[in-house]
T-cell receptor, first 112, second 113 residues
Framework: QKEVEQDPGPLSVPEGAIVSLNCTYS??????FMWYRQYSRKGPELLMY????GNKEDGRFTAQVDKSSKYISLFIRDSQPSDSATYLC????????????FGKGTKLSVIP | DGGITQSPKYLFRKEGQNVTLSCEQN?????MYWYRQDPGQGLRLIYY???????QKGDIAEGYSVSREKKESFPLTVTSAQKNPTAFYLC????????????FGEGSRLTVL
C-alpha cells in the first residue's frame, strides 16, 4: 500500500459546482497536511496548510482532515474555470521533519 | 519581487553528459529542496538543505549531486549516472518554522536525447 493515495482523475465539473478532492494515507505519523495547486507546466503553489484533525477555510476553499480515518479532503465552492489545474495533497511528520510525501495529484477541469 | 528563479527553463543534453540546473531564491528562507516530477508520478524528493553547507539525500538521490555554498543558491547536477534523467525538475524553499510551506520555482524541463 502506498503511503499516500490520490485519485488522478481527470475530474470534470460545470462552473459553479462544489468540488471534492480527497487523499488517503497509511502512516499515522503524519501530522501536517497540505494542498498544492499546479497549473500546466508551472510549479505548484500552496493553497492550504493544516495541522492535525479539523477544518480550515480560506475563501472558497475548505481543507478537512480526519486523522482517525487517515483521510483528507479539499472542497472548492463555486468552482471557476480558473480553478482548472492539478491538485496535489502532501503531508509530513512532526516538528523537525523536512520531507513531504506527495500524492500523485488530481487533474480538475471546470467547464464554463 | 520575492521568489524562486530556476534556469534554464528547457534543457536538451546528450546521454552521458552532466547537467547543472540553477536555483536562486530571495525569500531569505533557510531550507531549499529539489524535486523531480514525472507524468503520473507526483513529486519525489531528490535532495534538501536545511542550512548553508549542509544537505541531505531524499528518496531518489542516486545520480544527482547538490551544493549549498550560499543561502540563496542550491544548484542541482544531474550526472551521467542517473539512468532516466528526462523529467521536470522543481526547486523549492521554505521557512524553517514551516517546512511544509514550500514556495516553488517555475521548473526546469530536462530532455536527454
Amino acid at each position: 500500500q502506498k503511503e499516500v493515495e490520490q485519485d488522478p482523475g481527470p475530474l470534470s465539473v460545470p462552473e459553479g459546482a462544489i468540488v471534492s478532492l480527497n487523499c488517503t494515507y497509511s502512516n499515522s505519523a503524519f501530522q501536517y497536511f497540505m494542498w498544492y495547486r499546479q497549473y500546466s507546466r508551472k510549479g505548484p503553489e500552496l493553497l492550504m496548510y493544516t495541522y492535525s484533525s479539523g477544518n480550515k477555510e480560506d475563501g472558497r476553499f475548505t481543507a478537512q482532515v480526519d486523522k482517525s480515518s487517515k483521510y483528507i479532503s479539499l472542497f472548492i465552492r463555486d468552482s471557476q474555470p480558473s480553478d482548472s489545474a492539478t491538485y496535489l495533497c502532501a503531508m509530513r511528520r512532526g516538528t523537525g521533519s523536512y520531507q513531504l510525501t506527495f500524492g500523485k495529484g488530481t487533474k480538475l477541469s471546470v467547464i464554463p | 519581487d520575492g521568489g524562486i528563479t530556476q534556469s534554464p527553463k528547457y534543457l536538451f543534453r546528450k546521454e552521458g553528459q552532466n547537467v547543472t540546473l540553477s536555483c536562486e531564491q530571495n525569500l531569505n528562507h533557510d531550507a531549499m529542496y529539489w524535486y523531480r516530477q514525472d507524468p503520473g508520478q507526483g513529486l519525489r524528493l531528490i535532495y534538501y538543505s536545511q542550512i548553508v553547507n549542509d544537505f541531505q539525500k531524499g528518496d531518489i538521490a542516486e545520480g544527482y549531486s547538490v551544493s549549498r555554498e550560499k543561502k540563496e543558491s542550491f544548484p542541482l547536477t544531474v550526472t551521467s549516472a542517473q539512468k532516466n534523467p528526462t523529467a521536470f525538475y522543481l526547486c523549492a524553499s521554505s521557512p524553517s518554522r514551516a517546512p511544509g510551506e514550500l514556495f516553488f520555482g517555475e521548473g526546469s524541463r530536462l530532455t536527454v536525447l
